[in-house]
């Protein structure tokens, strides 16, 4: 099982009522989105997204075509009352990597929530060179000892050392830990980064795990 952060895409409150209960009892973060510009918004922040096909404003379709361009990576789930083979393989066929239809077993999609999850790569624990940080139970530890973090400490090392690597600007990191609404500036990020690496023992010349990428953002070494 993983943690990660989910969006639900659905114009009906009881459906975002129960999968959300069910996906945040597995130990996931989600968040809820009634229409497609509404979901837009939130998509930058998420590591998966379950998307109803008929949404106001934007389709569920078009919103997967959309995701799919800006992340060939990024997992989708289609929800939908259309069953017939032709409006699976229209779903499938546009981006999403798998399709439900309604109406539906939670308990189902939960797990294909986790399945798609496991395939994209997201994991329980990550880390390397000392540093365990378990998403799901929200611990990390350096060198066997346990960190004491803050909430936005721990989101942003999970972030980071997720995807190690990978070159974070300051605004995909604001989206993701802080979220799209939250009136924030990009020098927060800053702060709370050198917090963070203070508590990690980090010298900023040689840093073990926090790399600065200069005029870009940040990056956790890879093999750190």
């Known amino acids: 099982m ?10 009906d409150p009881a459906i975002l009522e129960i999968l959300g209960a069910y996906l945040r009892a597995d130990g996931h973060d989600v968040l809820e989105a009634r229409s497609g510009p509404e979901a837009r918004a939130l998509l930058p922040g998420v590591d998966l997204a379950v998307l109803d096909w008929m949404l ?10 959309e995701q799919r361009r800006a992340q060939p990576d990024f997992p989708m789930l289609l929800l939908s009352a259309r069953g017939e083979e032709e409006d699976r393989l229209s779903g499938l066929e546009v981006g999403a990597d798998d399709y439900v239809t309604k ?18 790569g997201v994991r329980d ?14 611990e990390a530890a350096l060198d066997g000892q346990p960190l004491t973090l803050t909430r936005l400490e721990f989101d942003l090392l999970l972030t980071l050392a997720s995807h190690p690597g990978l070159v974070w600007t300051r605004e995909r990191l604001l989206d993701r830990v802080w979220g799209g609404d939250d009136p924030v500036v990009e020098r ?24 600065t990428v200069r005029g870009v953002g940040y990056r956790f070494r890879d093999g750190a």
Do not use: C, Q, Y
Not at 6 to 11: A, C, F, Q
Not at 188 to 211: M, Q, S, T, W
């Open 56 to 65: 106001p404003g934007v389709s569920g379709l078009d919103l997967a075509r």
């Open 103 to 120: 109406p539906f077993s939670p308990r189902e999609v939960v797990a294909r929530v986790r399945a798609l999850l496991r395939r994209s």
């Open 2 to 11: 993983v943690m990660a952060r989910v969006l639900i895409v659905d114009d």
């Open 125 to 138: 624990v990550v880390g390397g060179g000392g540093l365990s940080v378990n998403g799901r139970t929200r």
């Open 188 to 211: 927060v990020v800053d702060v709370h980064l050198a917090g963070l690496r203070r508590k990690l023992g980090e010298d900023a010349a040689r840093p073990r795990f926090i790399e």
